[in-house]
């Protein structure tokens, strides 16, 4: 077998390495560099002109403006999207308490775990153009559901206090069915004999996910919480169609500042590229911190 | 071998690889420049041939597919090889301009003509201080295709140069004719016995009279509000004359909150304080409200000459939508009623790294021959930049009202640029602060605050090029 090795690794190694470089790692260094410049965008001219670019950007009120709108989304939609998707995979995975016969799902599990992942099945535009006629101020459905009860309605998108939740709305429902099938996949691989234990001791529900499930799918809430929070920090694509970071800002997230300064109404590739070299390292971060915040012991079934 | 030698070695590899990957990086920025000496086509020029047009060489020509859709393109195209058959000319349509075209304009390779427009339009800011555009004086000064004893400078209608000049370079052909104003149903009116109000009393009057019958006088596409500081700088122009605009281009400072300005604001809050805009309006975009406007839930809606065309499927028979000047605010107005805002706009280009230069200035001139103009007006129910091109065509309603209030305003027509400029100042910043104010949340002081503050932030960035336009 000795002597068989080096083709097979050389064969499957060698192409995805190159091309992780070629497609990956080069443009990270190139924004890095980018960054360094003023470049426009349009010609072959770029002056190198240091790090005046990222001391503008700490005076940039806007870049600030839609930082602080990512940070609310990240202290928002992985708590939001991940208490959901436990929730739901919990009452679909062991919810069911009238048979009597032991661990089972509520009924109707499988019809449920389809809806849930109804939204996955749909490109993210197409999720961002069926939610703003949602939110259409005058014959959406929620508006029409309001006014059918008598109530008064907000123009959703259109106010600023009301545009920043109207799409964090929209970011968790479109997230939260992969997080219940994440999460039902690792509850079956926890062992029935536990939940049977609980079930006998009479633990309720609420308990049996707050002291059994969570802890045993704990690797898996960890992971789904680095995803969610790199969500966060980007969420350019709903925003970007569904407010392009209006009315006034109020819905602004880094990724459309970026998007905008160097394709929207701006060409300032070298400005932008700062921004994304923030960006990189914000998410960078955020995921070292989760990863290492969350850090605990790994339950292994014998 | 173990585990821990495979590891090592790839390593190894990945070193191998990153001299490549740094030679990659350089590539963004780094190509181009040198490939200038790539041969580009000249012909010799003659009387027939005045812009020196190679007759075998190919023409490469991107449109933007939007409104227009590409089919008047084509037909410019089939002109432009009836002149020169050996030519080949590669027709390609986008609705993404700055996308698909920004990395062969870093290659220095940019095609030869590009109608830069839509959303995704490169700024036009950044393309002119890298000099990425040709300059189109030669092809003002050159004769006519097809109207005798005329340059093509001649058959321009005032404005058209004006509108595509930076610092008095002529770069951009603007090759539509727009207006821009308030419109109404004829229909409507007709039926209700009203009639369009001339001035800013009788205005809001007749706003009072239309919420009574139960329409909501306005509507206006809030998630794009910038449509509304149209009426409401027009209306400042039309109080305190053309200066007005010029302060407001040429970034002068308080120029958005000159006497004019502030008058004009104050009468535009008008409609807000009253609740003559239709409910939900800041939700809506600019397909959403035109589209309640053409279904009679709002009397006014505020629009540029493309709103017919645009609106074409949703209009009812009959609708015969108007267009019509801002009303006066009152006699001490210096300009009068007639005065509407009328600009060049759909803008084309030749990149100055295009190898056939003289080839996209050709097509331009045939673009902008009495023939080319005339099928697209035909086309797409639009007017030209080309003086006189409509007559004999027969107009959609809509249209006939734009080119009536266009020959009552004449000499009397204004506009600005400073969209053009600095695409960002109106875009985002101007945009922001008319959503504000139109949906209530701020006044006409603080309104024109937040305009004013966008307009230093421009004027102050050094990192922007400032471009200056004469009274």
């Given at each position: 077998m000795k002597h068989?090795?080096?083709?097979?690794?050389?064969?499957?190694?060698?192409?995805?390495?190159?091309?992780?470089?070629?497609?990956?790692?080069?443009?990270?260094?190139?924004?890095f560099q980018i960054s360094t410049t003023d470049w426009l965008g349009y010609s072959a001219d770029a002056n190198p002109v240091g790090l005046a670019n990222f001391k503008a950007l700490w005076h940039d009120d806007y870049v600030w403006n839609a930082l602080k709108n990512n940070v609310i989304l990240l202290a928002l939609v992985p708590v939001l999207t991940i208490v959901l998707g436990l929730f739901f995979a919990t009452m679909l995975a062991l919810g069911g308490r009238k048979g009597s016969a032991g661990v089972t799902g509520v009924r109707g599990g499988a019809l449920y775990r389809t809806v849930y992942f109804f939204p996955q099945v749909l490109s993210v535009v197409i999720i961002a153009l069926l939610w703003k006629e949602v939110y259409h101020p005058n014959k959406g459905?929620?508006?029409?559901?309001?006014?059918?009860?008598?109530?008064?309605?907000?123009?959703?998108?259109?106010?600023?206090?009301?545009?920043?939740?109207?799409?964090?709305?929209?970011?968790?429902?479109?997230n939260v069915g992969f997080y219940v099938v994440l999460f039902g996949a690792a509850m079956s691989a926890v062992p029935k004999e536990i939940y049977e234990a609980v079930l006998l001791d009479g633990a309720s529900r609420f308990t049996t996910l707050r002291r059994v499930t969570l802890p045993l799918l704990w690797d898996t809430v960890q992971v789904a919480w680095v995803y969610l929070a790199i969500f966060a920090l980007d969420g350019f694509i709903l925003v970007q169609l569904m407010t392009n970071g209006g009315p006034n800002f109020s819905t602004d997230v880094i990724g459309v500042r970026m998007y905008d300064t160097a394709f929207g109404s701006e060409t300032k590739f070298g400005y932008a590229s700062a921004i994304g070299v923030v960006m990189f390292f914000l998410t960078l971060s955020v995921a070292v911190l989760s990863l290492r915040i969350g850090r605990r012991e790994r339950i292994e079934y014998s | 071998m173990n585990r821990r030698d495979i590891l090592r070695r790839s390593a190894a590899a990945g070193l191998l690889a990153t001299p490549a990957a740094g030679l990659l990086s350089g590539c963004a920025t780094g190509g181009g420049g040198d490939k200038n000496d790539a041969e580009t086509y000249q012909g010799t020029k003659s009387a027939q041939n005045p812009l020196g047009v190679k007759e075998d060489a190919p023409l490469e020509v991107v449109i933007f597919g939007g409104g227009f859709g590409e089919e008047y393109a084509k037909a410019h195209e089939a002109m432009y090889t009836e002149k020169y058959p050996k030519a080949k000319i590669k027709h390609s349509s986008t609705q993404e301009i700055s996308k698909t075209l920004q990395p062969r304009f870093v290659d220095g390779t940019p095609p030869d003509v590009v109608n830069n427009s839509g959303s995704g339009q490169i700024d036009f800011n950044g393309l002119v201080s890298q000099n990425a555009l040709a300059g189109l004086d030669e092809l003002l000064a050159a004769p006519s295709l097809d109207i005798p004893g005329k340059t093509v400078k001649d058959t321009l209608l005032p404005g058209a140069v004006e509108v595509g000049s930076y610092d008095g370079k002529f770069l951009v052909l603007n090759y539509t004719y727009t207006a821009y104003g308030i419109w109404h149903s004829a229909k409507l009116f007709a039926h209700r016995g009203w009639s369009y109000a001339k001035n800013w009393?009788?205005?809001?009057?007749?706003?009072?009279?239309?919420?009574?019958?139960?329409?909501?006088?306005?509507?206006?596409?809030?998630?794009h509000p910038r449509y509304m500081s149209w009426p409401l700088i027009s209306t400042a122009i039309k109080l305190g004359g053309p200066s007005v605009a010029t302060a407001i281009d040429n970034l002068e400072p308080n120029a958005w909150k000159s006497d004019s300005m502030r008058t004009a604001a104050d009468a535009w809050h008008q409609i807000v304080k009253d609740k003559f805009i239709l409910d939900g309006s800041p939700g809506l975009d600019h397909k959403q409200s035109q589209t309640a406007w053409c279904q009679g839930k709002a009397a006014f809606i505020s629009c540029g000459s493309w709103l017919e065309s645009e609106q074409k499927d949703v209009t009812p028979a009959g609708f015969n939508m108007t267009i019509a000047p801002t009303p006066s605010l009152g006699s001490g107005d210096k300009l009068p009623f007639e005065a509407i805002r009328g600009t060049a706009g759909e803008p084309f280009m030749v990149p100055a790294k295009a190898r056939n230069v003289a080839g996209g200035l050709e097509y331009f001139r045939t673009m902008l021959s009495k023939k080319g103009a005339q099928d697209f007006t035909k086309k797409v129910a639009s007017l030209t930049v080309v003086a006189g091109a409509s007559e004999g065509v027969e107009l959609p309603y809509g249209l006939s009202t734009v080119v009536k209030a266009l020959d009552a305003s004449g000499a009397n027509g204004f506009n600005w640029v400073y969209n053009n400029f600095y695409r960002k100042l109106e875009r985002n910043l101007v945009d922001a602060a008319c959503g504000e104010f139109f949906s209530g949340r701020i006044g006409p002081a603080e309104f024109l605050e937040q305009c004013q503050k966008g307009a230093d932030s421009i004027a102050q960035d050094s990192s922007i090029k400032k471009y200056k336009r004469a009274a």
């Open positions: 068989g090795k080096w083709p097979l690794i050389v064969t499957f190694l060698v192409p995805p390495v190159l091309l992780y470089l070629v497609f990956v790692v080069s443009p990270y260094l190139q924004a459905l929620l508006t029409s559901a309001l006014h059918g009860l008598g109530l008064p309605s907000p123009t959703w998108l259109g106010d600023p206090a009301t545009a920043f939740w109207c799409v964090l709305a929209v970011m968790v429902w479109s | 009393d009788e205005h809001i009057a007749l706003c009072k009279q239309i919420k009574a019958a139960g329409i909501a006088p306005w509507t206006y596409a809030g998630l």
